[in-house]
């Protein structure tokens, strides 16, 4: 099968981030697994970090337009599968109403799965400005009552990306992410964490962190991954599909979605999207 990985980074800013997903998606996935990672439009931020547009609400749901676009472009390329590879997976529900393939988010997926390892889930970040937006997107998903807390990681985007580039500064870092996971799960008794935003999970994914304070650590990447495959197979297997039913699940029209593209004149917005 053929799964399309999508970032909210632009990948070529960040080669170091982007070979350390490849080589941990190529040991996640199964050998007949093709993945092929994608990140956002050259240009769409203004430096190398996006926290800078995304503490903003309006700018986030902009840039998710970028996803919309992707995923419509993975079904019309005939990938099987679609990985949103941010702990927000923007437009996710809206996305699966659009195409026909399984399409995964990374947090909805780890924080569902968290379900089956304890009791409540907490979760680290480093994107301070967006310390409002959590607790409101687990109330999306349905899971506020299983929600432990969340806490800072202690560290910056930057601090991660140096953590992937720079093997001499990685064990400080993730000592620094794990005493702040230890404190998480002190102050909230969280039985699982989720490790924020995809490039801090990876690295302690690196490390070989799967456990802090006795909670246990949900790999993000791998969750997602097998869980795409998973949804695959079960799309084969069964016929299982996403539900078509109400308000939030129906899907559009197909021409009149075409049609309103082309009004915003955004309808070659996935012919741009980059491979990695």
């Known amino acids: 099968m053929r799964i399309w990985h999508q970032s909210f980074t632009v990948l070529q800013d960040l080669p170091a981030y982007a070979d350390a997903l490849k080589l941990r998606i190529g040991e996640v996935v199964r050998p007949d697994t093709e993945v092929v990672l994608h990140g956002q439009i050259p240009g769409t931020y203004t430096s190398d970090y996006p926290g800078s547009d995304l503490a903003y609400g309006v700018l986030y749901w902009m840039h998710g337009l970028q996803w919309l676009a992707a995923a419509r472009e993975a079904q019309r390329q005939g990938f099987d599968a679609m990985v949103l590879a941010s702990i927000a997976g923007p437009m996710a529900r809206e996305i699966r109403t659009i195409v026909d393939i399984p399409v995964v988010g990374y947090g909805e997926a780890a924080f569902n799965l968290a379900g089956l390892y304890g009791r409540r889930a907490g979760m680290l970040f480093f994107i301070k400005e967006r310390l409002d937006f959590w607790p409101e997107q687990l109330r999306h998903w349905g899971l506020e009552n299983r929600f432990a807390g969340i806490e800072h990681a202690g560290v910056s985007f930057k601090d991660v990306l140096a953590g992937h ?20 799960v002190r102050e909230t008794g969280a039985d699982v964490i989720v490790p924020g935003e995809m490039p801090m999970n ?25 869980m795409a495959e998973m949804m695959v197979d079960l799309r084969r297997l069964s016929g299982m599909r996403p539900s078509n039913h109400g308000y939030f699940h129906q899907s559009p029209d197909p021409r009149r979605f075409e049609q309103v593209l082309q009004f915003y004149g955004v309808s070659d917005l996935g012919a741009r999207i980059p491979e990695c």
């Open 165 to 184: 580039m720079d093997p001499s500064r990685r064990d400080a870092v993730v000592a620094r992410i794990v005493e702040q996971g230890e404190k998480l």
């Open 202 to 226: 990876l690295l302690l994914s690196k490390a070989g962190v799967d456990r802090i304070g006795g909670a246990t650590v949900v790999d993000g990447l791998a969750v997602s991954f097998k």
